[in-house]
């Protein structure tokens, strides 16, 4: 059997142990250690029941995050810090727990502890507080019976009771505001002191896991039959600058993503971009490698790095190599990659040239749903004239596409309605969506022609006017 061992602390207990690093960590909270507040209910990482927070020492500091432990390896848990409801709860009620008791903010209760994990995440996370952020903390729990408005009034008195002015000690302020309790003072020490077994090597025929999001929804039985190689080994969460050249490691978060400051510096709307994708438990595990590895036709960073025209580093543990993100996908879910390989590095360059960027998503939700078709464009301009255009395009070909045709014919051509009135005709040519439960054929066609509008009318308003498009 697949085993390995794992040392980490779940709530104020060290654990050492020799486990199946596939096993979702909610099976070993609920089923090892009888830890059963912490609910299962979709499996899928959707509603949030699920939730704990992570807790690792990054820069000498003490950070959380939630995650969906449905879906979450429980390798992944080497070296950290994970507290279920049962972690931070005490004799008497904390000040939030009882904020929703006394606002009738939980019925059923079922869904209750991961909202409270949530919440108690951001304070944790946060010195000043704000109720618009507290609640997108929560986006990604789901309540089926009691609805928002009493939550949203619970947390309202919590932040209102707990507002300071200048810089506080953190740990030791929700201490004292009976918000978690006494033993956290203890854990980033105990954390440090963790012993932890050396890195592994990938077997030639493991399997490569990142964040697990979605693995782990499609496949959870099978992967506790096969040999795993969790890329959190090797320390790939970063995002560099060197010579105008941005470099990502494939372990890099999209949640990770989201809060860079590099990126923001040139992408600004990226913050905007990434709250399109998944909830913030799932992207506090979802990796970048994961979701270009996953080779879904309309898998959001995918799409976004196919317009950067991004390049990958290969590795086998050994030897590398480098291919352009858009020689990867061969055909449907089949990778220019070997068995043994897996992605170590995305990085692509900043132009040299004035540009912009644009990223465009159709869902049946706005937010917390999968495209029906997602676009993005990467653009340089010298006054009116294209430079060069890069657009990508998902859910519209059996692979993530990136329309060369099109991005060739605009090369070298002046900003007009007609100019894009003949690129949208290449990009029709260029595309084959097939009709499934996202949409008919004709409909993402349709999606793909307006998402290309959307594009030119969001970064060039003054030149292209929405009338004219219609």
């Known amino acids: 059997m697949n085993t390995k061992n794992l040392s980490f602390i779940l709530n104020d207990v060290e654990i050492n142990t020799k486990v199946n690093p596939s096993l979702p960590l909610l099976d070993y909270i609920r089923k090892e250690k009888h830890l059963t507040g912490t609910k299962e209910v979709c499996k899928e990482g959707d509603c949030g029941a699920c939730a704990v927070l992570f807790g690792e020492v990054i820069d000498d500091e003490l950070k959380y995050k939630t995650i969906t432990s449905?879906?979450?390896?429980?390798?992944?848990?080497?070296g950290k810090h994970i507290v279920t409801i049962e972690g931070i709860n005490k004799q008497e009620l904390?000040?939030?727990?009882?904020?929703?008791?006394?606002?009738?903010?939980s019925q059923c209760g079922f869904c209750t502890p991961g909202f409270i994990m949530s919440f108690t995440c951001y304070l944790l996370n946060n010195q000043h507080f704000n109720l618009d952020d507290a609640i997108n903390s929560i986006a990604g729990n789901i309540c089926r019976c009691t609805?928002?408005?009493?939550?949203?009034?619970?947390?309202?008195?919590?932040?209102?009771?707990?507002?300071?002015?200048?810089?506080?000690?953190?740990?030791?302020?929700?201490?004292d505001r009976?918000?978690?309790?006494?033993?956290?003072?203890?854990?980033?020490?105990?954390?440090?002191n963790l012993s932890l077994p050396k890195?592994?090597?990938?077997?030639?025929?493991?399997?490569?896991?990142?964040?697990?999001?979605?693995?782990?929804?499609?496949?959870?039985?099978?992967?506790?039959?096969?040999?795993?190689?969790?890329?959190?080994?090797r320390k790939l969460n970063y995002i560099r600058e060197s010579n105008s050249i941005i470099k990502i490691g494939s372990g890099t978060t999209f949640e990770e993503i989201k809060q860079s400051e590099l990126l923001n510096k040139y992408f600004p709307t990226i913050k905007k971009d990434i709250d399109l994708i998944a909830s913030l438990p799932v992207r506090n595990a979802a990796t970048v490698g994961g979701n270009l590895s996953n080779a879904s036709p309309i898998g959001d960073i995918t799409i976004i790095l196919?317009?950067?025209?991004?390049?990958?580093?290969?590795?086998?543990?050994?030897?590398?190599?480098?291919?352009?993100?858009?020689?990867?996908?061969?055909?449907?879910?089949?990778?220019?990659?070997?068995?043994?390989?897996?992605?170590?590095?995305?990085?692509?360059?900043?132009?040299?040239?004035?540009?912009?960027?644009?990223?465009?998503?159709?869902?049946?939700?706005?937010?917390?749903?999968?495209?029906?078709?997602?676009?993005?464009?990467?653009?340089e301009v010298d006054d009116n004239k294209?430079?060069?255009?890069?657009?990508?395009?998902?859910?519209?070909?059996?692979?993530?596409?990136?329309?060369?045709?099109?991005?060739?014919?605009?090369?070298?051509?002046?900003?007009?309605?007609?100019?894009?009135?003949?690129?949208?005709?290449?990009?029709?040519?260029?595309?084959?969506?097939?009709?499934?439960?996202?949409?008919s054929a004709?409909?993402?066609r349709l999606l793909l022609n307006q998402l290309i509008k959307s594009h030119f009318l969001k970064l060039f308003p003054h030149k292209i006017f929405e009338s004219q498009l219609i």
């Open 386 to 439: 294209i430079i060069s255009a890069s657009i990508s395009a998902g859910g519209v070909a059996p692979i993530p596409k990136l329309l060369d045709k099109t991005n060739d014919f605009l090369n070298e051509k002046e900003i007009s309605i007609d100019t894009i009135d003949e690129a949208l005709q290449i990009a029709r040519s260029e595309i084959s969506p097939i009709s499934d439960v996202r949409g």
């Open 178 to 192: 009976n918000i978690i309790p006494e033993y956290f003072k203890e854990i980033k020490k105990g954390l440090i």
């Open 442 to 444: 004709d409909y993402k």
């Open 199 to 233: 890195q592994t090597i990938p077997d030639k025929s493991a399997i490569f896991i990142g964040g697990g999001s979605d693995l782990f929804v499609q496949k959870p039985e099978d992967l506790l039959e096969e040999e795993v190689y969790l890329i959190t080994e």
């Open 147 to 175: 609805g928002y408005h009493s939550i949203e009034r619970a947390m309202k008195t919590v932040l209102d009771q707990l507002k300071t002015d200048g810089q506080i000690d953190k740990i030791n302020n929700l201490i």
């Open 70 to 78: 449905c879906i979450y390896p429980i390798g992944n848990c080497n």
């Open 306 to 379: 196919l317009a950067l025209n991004a390049d990958l580093t290969l590795s086998d543990g050994e030897k590398e190599r480098n291919l352009p993100l858009r020689e990867f996908y061969l055909d449907y879910k089949e990778l220019n990659k070997q068995k043994i390989e897996f992605i170590k590095e995305v990085s692509f360059h900043i132009p040299q040239k004035k540009f912009y960027f644009s990223f465009e998503k159709v869902s049946k939700r706005t937010y917390l749903d999968i495209a029906s078709v997602n676009s993005a464009m990467l653009i």
């Open 94 to 105: 904390l000040l939030h727990q009882k904020a929703f008791v006394d606002e009738n903010a």
